[in-house]
């Protein structure tokens, strides 16, 4: 199964507010349980705004200890969310002919998963924590979680 079909089937099963770790994992696919183990995405997080190393609201994440790496990610940024007034755009997931490269930063954490609600509340309604494919300078591609528009409170 494609990677990018694997995330989005991921996704569907994600409710409007709750991120991944509230899914059942027992219900998913064989192939979406060895999809989920081998990129274990409760310890990425994606940033392309506002909360990014060296922007306005770091200070908001700063006590999450972990590795930061960049990299790019597919999708694109729309004018939309409480970022824009800051002059950083929401990401929509769209259709590959649609994608563009996207500057990302990338935390890995353990201590993510104690912080998801904390993280979910600062986002606000606005925004909906799903998973996303990303690729790091190195080369090495994953997936993680990201906020993006809530399409669902458009």
């Known amino acids: ?17 709750d991120g991944f770790e509230k ?19 409760n310890n990425t997080l994606i940033i392309y ?8 609201n770091h200070f908001k994440i700063e006590h999450i200890k972990g ?13 939309e969310g409480w970022g824009s007034d800051l002059g950083y755009f929401g990401f929509r997931h769209t ?7 996207i ?6 954490s353990n201590d993510l998963i104690d ?7 600062f986002e606000g309604e606005g925004y ?8 790091l300078d190195n080369g090495e591609i994953g997936i993680g979680n990201i906020y993006a528009i809530n399409q669902a409170v458009d």
């Open 23 to 41: 899914i059942d994992i027992e219900k998913l696919s064989e192939t979406e349980q060895s999809f989920i183990e081998k990129y274990n995405p």
């Open 67 to 79: 590795v930061w790496k960049t990299g790019v990610l597919k999708g694109k940024l729309v004018n």
């Open 103 to 108: 500057e990302a930063f990338v935390l890995f």
């Open 128 to 135: 909906r924590r799903l998973l996303a494919k990303y690729e």
């Open 95 to 101: 259709k590959t002919d649609e994608q563009e490269n």
């Open 49 to 56: 705004g506002t909360l990014a190393p060296g922007r306005p």
């Open 115 to 121: 912080n998801w609600a904390y993280l979910d509340e």
């Open 1 to 17: 199964m494609d990677f990018d079909i694997i995330i989005e089937k991921l996704n569907e099963k994600i409710s409007s507010r």
